[in-house]
């Protein structure tokens, strides 16, 4: 599933694109994605001017000048794709490389087509992501939103605040990084990534993290995030940037997916080991990682 840095990723090439643009049509192929389209789907959003685009944890939100905003969730692999009527690219950090109309695919199940030509298409084969709309005063209620913790990437995300959410669990640091009420938005990638920087066992207990091994591990969530965002989020499987383009994070992986590989902390000659906790698979260096 696309984690934290590459929702993020998809959500600036999306602002770059349409922010501030009018909705003139909309096209639904099903009623249905991973749930049903919210009644009068197509309706509410024709005619909306997006006012901008946001994230919460791993969903993508669409302010509308209507009230209400459009939630997005990609799923295992859902995709949203840019595309225009005119030759030009747009200037700025993204730069768009379809060009004319987009060719339909079978797995296109939304299209939404702005005022200048431009064209999101939400592509997903498996059809596990989703779309709903809400009040956007009402955003923070929702029942996608209620409960979850702090956003790692801001201010207010810091060690005291760890500290106090994880005092009191008692499961692995790596199970409690995962719960989405401890913060949000953290996915199974980054937090092995993370815990291996801060040189913290995935399988400590969560309780003894708070203190001066938060402290040690804030930064390192933080890090990880920013340089995965800066990178253009990672490509596993079916992830794509709004423009098509892929990431390369994975590339900078130190820990992730390098089963019996030497450790890369220098001066430790341990090996990196895989273990599987509550069904997703763990990397960590037993040997520098306590």
Do not use: W
Request: proline share 4%.
């Amino acid at each position: 599933m696309p984690e934290l840095p590459e929702v993020e990723t998809v959500c600036r090439g999306l602002e770059a694109a349409l922010a501030g643009k009018r909705i003139t049509r909309v096209i639904a192929r099903r009623p249905d994605l991973r749930i049903p389209l919210p009644e009068g789907f197509g309706q509410r959003l024709t005619g909306a001017r997006i006012t901008h685009f946001s994230r919460r944890a791993k969903y993508i939100l669409a302010a509308l000048s209507t009230g209400e905003t459009l939630i997005i969730h990609l799923g295992m692999s859902g995709r949203v794709l840019i595309s225009h009527n005119c030759a030009k690219t747009r200037p700025g950090a993204f730069h768009h490389t379809q060009h004319g109309p987009a060719k339909t695919d079978k797995h296109d199940h939304v299209v939404i087509e702005a005022e200048d030509g431009t064209t999101a298409t939400y592509n997903d084969h498996r059809r596990f992501g989703l779309m709903d709309l809400a009040a956007t005063n009402e955003i923070a209620s929702h029942k996608f939103f209620k409960g979850l913790g702090p956003e790692p990437l801001d201010a207010g995300f810091d060690a005291a605040t760890l500290s106090a959410a994880l005092k009191s669990k008692n499961t692995p640091i790596k199970s409690a990084l995962l719960d989405q009420r401890v913060v949000a938005g953290l996915g199974n990638i980054y937090v092995c990534e993370a815990l291996y920087r801060a040189g913290i066992s995935p399988k400590r207990r969560a309780s003894t993290i708070a203190g001066a091994r938060a402290v040690r591990l804030l930064p390192e969530i933080k890090a990880v995030l920013r340089e995965a965002i800066k990178a253009g989020g990672s490509t596993l499987r079916d992830f794509a940037h709004a423009d098509g383009e892929l990431g390369y994070f994975q590339h900078k992986f130190r820990v992730y997916d390098r089963e019996g590989e030497p450790c890369r902390t220098k001066g430790c000659k341990g090996t990196i080991r895989r273990i599987v906790q509550a069904g997703r698979s763990t990397f960590f260096c037993s040997q520098c990682q306590r």
